[in-house]
């Protein structure tokens, strides 16, 4: 049942992804203003991109992360994703700004990359509801990551699925409960793919049982992303919309 899920939600993505091609220009644009990480982000990893890591970026989608971190310190960014269509417009971005961005598409987990090849494993941003089994993602991240790397996720807080957008009030959707295990998605980009639901309970859990230290988790009241022309109630400070977490390999 879940590889069927995951051949379907592959198509859904490739044909997503062509966003990154239509939009090629702007996203270039964005990309060289290297923005793309938030002020949580700049922080919790601004440490860790001062000693020039080799990244390994799981689900690297259209690759704007890539670009900053690489402007915050990266010494190399390697991004994996499933879709062709995202890895090559990318790599295409990250040549024309002469980045050591590099990139691989192929299905995770595993990641086709070595063992220890990583001081840090960066995801997020909509990445950990495409994957069905968070246990073997985890078990893939701690074999990628260095002894003493770090891996660092910046997501959408589990809550997310349950807000409306309705713009005068926040309010929870009555078809959607924090405790189920997948939905599917009924707005862009990925509309019609079925996401998989990890209660943040969940997700630290896994980290932890695979063998990474959490060193932080915050919650925060942005989302990473919202939707053009909708000002969602649930998007004016008073609910978490985003989580990062911080983890070390002892
Ligand atoms: C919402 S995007 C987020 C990507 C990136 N963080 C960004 O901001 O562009 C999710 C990405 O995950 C990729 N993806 C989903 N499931 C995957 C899988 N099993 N293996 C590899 N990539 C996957 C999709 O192709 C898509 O590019």
């Given at each position: 049942m879940s590889e069927d899920t995951v051949r379907a939600n592959r198509a859904v993505w490739e044909s997503a992804s062509r966003k990154h091609v239509r939009e090629y220009e702007t996203l270039l644009a964005e990309a060289r203003?290297?923005?793309?990480?938030t002020a949580a982000e700049r922080e919790m990893l601004g440490p860790i991109l001062q000693r020039r890591p080799t990244v390994v970026h799981l689900?690297?989608?259209?690759g704007l992360d890539d670009v900053a971190l690489v402007k915050f310190g990266a010494a190399r960014v390697i991004g994996v994703d499933y879709s062709t269509v995202a890895v090559s417009a990318a790599a295409r971005r990250a040549d024309e700004l002469g980045m050591p961005c590099a990139y691989v598409a192929a299905q995770l987990p595993p990641a086709p990359l070595r063992d220890s090849c990583a001081d840090l494993v960066y995801t997020g941003k909509g990445a950990?509801?495409?994957?069905?089994?968070l246990v073997a993602w985890a078990r893939d991240v701690v074999r990628l990551v260095t002894r003493g790397g770090h891996l660092f996720v910046h997501e959408a807080h589990?809550?997310?699925?349950?807000?409306?957008?309705?713009?005068?009030r926040t309010s929870i959707r009555?078809?959607?409960?924090?405790?189920?295990h997948a939905h599917v998605n009924d707005?862009?980009?990925?509309?019609?793919a079925v996401e998989w639901q990890w209660t943040l309970g969940e997700v630290i859990t896994v980290v932890v049982q695979a063998g990474l230290r959490v060193l932080e988790l915050r919650e925060h009241p942005e989302p990473f992303w919202r939707a053009g022309g909708i000002d969602a109630a649930?998007?004016?400070?008073?609910?978490?919309?985003t989580f990062s977490l911080l983890a070390q390999r002892p």
């Open positions: 203003t290297g923005l793309a990480l689900q690297s989608g259209h950990l509801i495409w994957m069905p089994d589990p809550m997310v699925p349950l807000y409306s957008w309705d713009t005068d009555p078809d959607r409960r924090y405790f189920d707005s862009f980009p990925a509309h019609g649930a998007w004016n400070g008073h609910l978490p919309n």
